[in-house]
């Protein structure tokens, strides 16, 4: 039996290697694909001239040949071993592939399916799911977004509401430099803002009606909800200003820290319920858009 190793280069080489003591004495290659002399095993014979890698193809295969390579590294070593089988009919012919071409190959693997992971990811977190009730466990912040007192220094009196969009917080003004924090979910890219308003209006278990936007991005949805458990403007909802959006609960934790919504401020159930219970009507909003420095 005969092996033929091929490696990756620009031209296709290949070299024959006796596996076989009937085979001992009728010659070896002697480097860069050339022959002396060899019989082949049904009686043709050829000399003493480099056979040309496009022999049997027409032209060469290169690495960089987009119409043969498939898909580059991976489907050379198809191209390879095809090219082998026709130069030498009566060997057994077997491709080894080159490290550097199974390291890009699983390279292209690996960046396939990271990049169609996230898309997948993104996708479901940004589509809404009415009628989806989450689990306690679900409600769970990672430690960075759950409720708790901080150090905060602001000039704003005690009870003031201040959104930090960029840092994907909440901060409710205690007095004493000391706040009290909770995760939230902001707007997405477009639908960000900033200003100064208040509080107009409070209502439990709150009516959905999906803006025309979300419509266009998910036309499936309900144009109406009844407010209740699953219903993703969540279990509580503090109106803002005159405008149309609000700080409201949601039943889609895992979008706590991420930039989804069409320009609202969601918070956990939990979360809302408690902010709900310790902020009047008429109490004042800030909405930051940048950092302060």
């Known amino acids: ?52 890698n496009h022999e049997h193809t027409g032209r060469p295969v290169t690495a960089q040949d987009p119409e043969r390579s498939l898909d580059g590294w991976c489907g050379q070593a198809v191209v390879l071993r ?3 089988r026709g130069l030498f009919p009566n060997r057994h012919c077997e491709v080894v592939i080159t490290m550097r071409a199974f390291t890009a190959c699983a390279a292209i693997a690996a960046v396939t399916v990271m990049f169609a992971s996230a898309a997948s990811a993104q996708a479901s977190r940004d589509d809404e799911r009415p009628g989806y009730v989450p689990t306690p466990a679900e409600e769970q912040l990672p430690p960075q977004f759950q409720r708790q007192v901080v150090f905060f220094r602001s000039t704003e009196a005690p009870g003031t509401i201040i959104v930090d969009t960029p840092s994907r917080y909440l901060y409710l003004v205690q007095g004493n430099s000391r706040a009290l924090r909770y995760g939230i979910g902001v707007g997405r890219e477009g ?23 979300m419509i266009q991005r998910q036309p499936y949805l309900p144009r ?16 803002l200003g005159t405008t149309v959006y609000r700080l409201h609960g949601t039943n889609a934790p895992e979008t706590i820290g991420s930039a989804v919504s069409s320009g609202c401020f969601r918070l956990v159930n939990p979360d809302i319920i408690d902010l709900y219970d310790r902020v009047p009507i008429g109490t004042k909003v800030v909405i930051r858009q940048t950092p302060v420095l």
């Open 224 to 239: 109406f909800m009844a407010g209740g458990p699953g219903n993703p403007m969540g279990a509580r909802a503090l109106y």
């Open 1 to 52: 039996m005969r092996l033929v190793k091929v490696n990756f280069s620009q031209t296709f080489q290949a070299a024959t290697h006796d596996l076989s003591p009937a085979w001992a004495g009728r010659g070896r290659p002697t480097g860069g694909g050339r022959t002396e002399g060899r019989d082949e095993p049904n009686g043709r014979r050829f000399g003493h001239k480099k056979r040309p």
């Open 82 to 84: 095809d090219e082998a």
């Open 191 to 213: 639908f960000q803002w900033s200003g100064l308003v208040n509080i107009t209006r409070k209502q439990e278990w709150p009516d959905w009606t999906p803006p025309p936007e």
